[in-house]
């Protein structure tokens, strides 16, 4: 290429250019959390107007038609609601399971002394929402404890992310290493506490695709094609098995290579030594269909960019769009079908397992979020990150209460009967709104509290461990980074 080209600005037709731009910008919308929460939010309330209107019978009619997924023996068959919930949610915990190898690999969980703060506090904000359930429903539906211990990743940030500068950039690592570890105990709990009986043949037949998986992984296996294939074997294989087939996404994402098939120490000089030979086979004269010279090495060289992404990161690339503003909506609407015409809406307020998960999100999440943290913190064990204060660890610890999507699908596993499920769907849409009101007036006031002593007062910002930070030099002037 010649040194007076400038490489950002390598197409000529404004069209494209105008395209890219456009391109770009709805990258940015679709890559906000916000949207996507909002995005989520509005197919509930949509469900819950439809399942209240004279849509619902037909509604319910099409979740229950009967589908089928595989091909011989190898298949299943379930309804539309089943697939939604086990087959598509599968999809999002694919994408779960990527984000979680990601931060294992270079994020947050790569380091456990550094994460082991925010994962402790996250089993606290599992256990205290289990207690205070089990204490309403000890003699009864005890087994819908699980139902409040799961905060929504998409919900909660995105809560999080309206609070703007209020919470600070250290405060969203901590509350989304926090989420993660949730993730991580929640998937761990739907496999052991509500799997069904196991079949034997169909849990090996399992595990002899999951050594293919990881045969194509050692095997240095970086097309995304054969893992996909692979994966919805598995996905058959353990939807027979008795195993929550939505494990198989997770199982999916640890197979993938995190690696690069391209060598990258490399690959600049041989990008180099492309780019002039793709000069000198140009030729400014003829059309570029007949160019068949320059267009193929172009495609080369296109392929090989394409692979420097690793695979798991180019599948997080074609996924994240889909399940964030597709499968999460379609659940949210599928799944908060409460129908409420006809039915004493006093009663299912005052049902146990209502009570349960209300209090065990709204309550439970903050007690043992904000309790585990301070007992360590005290005894010594870990600190705050700095800009993390203790009105933070309050403010992440109430908006934990958000447990939207995964609460949900765990009631589903959780009861049998109709009225169970229904009790437990409403306390949750209660106490995920409940829980970002609360975290949105807590985070303002406490800010707004702060911005008056700071006016009235010559105090530093809490910073750290929760002790005050000192006042600034006089004179304006900042201390040593």
Not at 203 to 227: E, Q
Not at 266 to 282: S, T, V
Not at 395 to 408: E, K, V
């Amino acid at each position: 290429m010649p040194k007076n080209v400038n490489p950002g600005v390598i197409y000529e037709e404004p069209v494209v250019i105008k395209r890219i731009r456009r391109r770009g910008a709805l990258e940015e919308v679709t890559g906000s959390g916000t949207v996507a929460a909002a995005v989520m939010v509005v197919a509930a309330l949509l469900a819950l107007v439809v399942a209240n209107s004279p849509a619902y019978e037909a509604v319910e009619h099409f979740l229950v038609q009967p589908l089928s997924i595989g091909f011989g023996a190898f298949a299943a068959s379930l309804t539309v609601e089943a697939f939604v919930n086990d087959f598509l949610m599968a999809v999002f915990f694919l994408l779960v399971g990527i984000e979680l190898k990601y931060e294992m690999t270079v994020g947050q969980l790569r380091r456990p002394r550094q994460a082991a703060l925010p994962m402790l506090a996250a089993v606290g904000g599992v256990c205290a929402p289990a207690l205070i359930y089990l204490a309403f429903n000890m003699g009864g539906l005890a087994n819908g404890w699980a139902v409040p211990i799961a905060t929504d990743i998409a919900f909660a940030l995105g809560i999080a992310s309206l609070l703007g500068d209020k919470i600070s950039p250290a405060t969203k690592v901590f509350f989304q290493t926090l989420a993660i570890a949730d993730d991580i105990l929640a998937i761990v709990v739907i496999a052991v506490a509500y799997g069904q009986s196991p079949n034997i043949a169909w849990c090996a037949a399992a595990a002899i695709v999951v050594l293919v998986l990881w045969g194509l992984n050692r095997a240095k296996v970086y097309s995304l094609k054969p893992y996909l294939l692979v994966g919805i074997v598995l996905w058959v294989c353990m939807y027979n098995s008795g195993i929550h087939a939505t494990l198989a996404g997770v199982i999916l994402a640890f197979a993938l290579p995190s690696r690069s098939d391209v060598r990258l120490d490399e690959f600049g000089a041989w990008l180099g030594q492309k780019a002039q030979l793709l000069e000198d086979r140009y030729d400014e004269d003829a059309h570029i269909l007949g160019q068949h010279s320059f267009t193929e090495g172009a495609l080369r060289v296109e392929s090989v960019i394409h692979h420097v992404t690793p695979p798991l990161e180019r599948m997080e690339h074609y996924i994240s769009v889909p399940v964030n503003f597709l499968i999460l909506p379609i659940f949210a609407f599928v799944n908060a079908q409460v129908h409420l015409v006809g039915t004493d809406f006093l009663t299912i307020v005052s049902d146990p397992v209502t009570i349960g998960v209300y209090l065990g999100a709204v309550l439970g999440k903050p007690l043992g979020i904000f309790l585990v943290t301070f007992v360590l913190v005290k005894i010594g064990f870990a600190k705050l990150p700095e800009q993390m204060d203790w009105v933070q660890v309050g403010a992440i610890g109430i908006m934990g209460g958000l447990g939207f999507t995964m609460s949900i699908l765990i009631s589903g596993l959780a009861f049998d009967a109709a009225a169970e499920v229904m009790a437990a769907k409403c306390a949750i849409l209660m106490g995920s709104f409940t829980s970002a009101i609360l975290g949105i007036l807590f985070t303002n006031a406490a800010f707004a509290l702060r911005g008056k002593k700071g006016a009235g007062e010559d105090e530093g910002v809490s910073v750290g461990d929760g002790s005050p930070a000192p006042p600034a030099p006089a004179g304006g002037g900042q201390g040593p980074e």
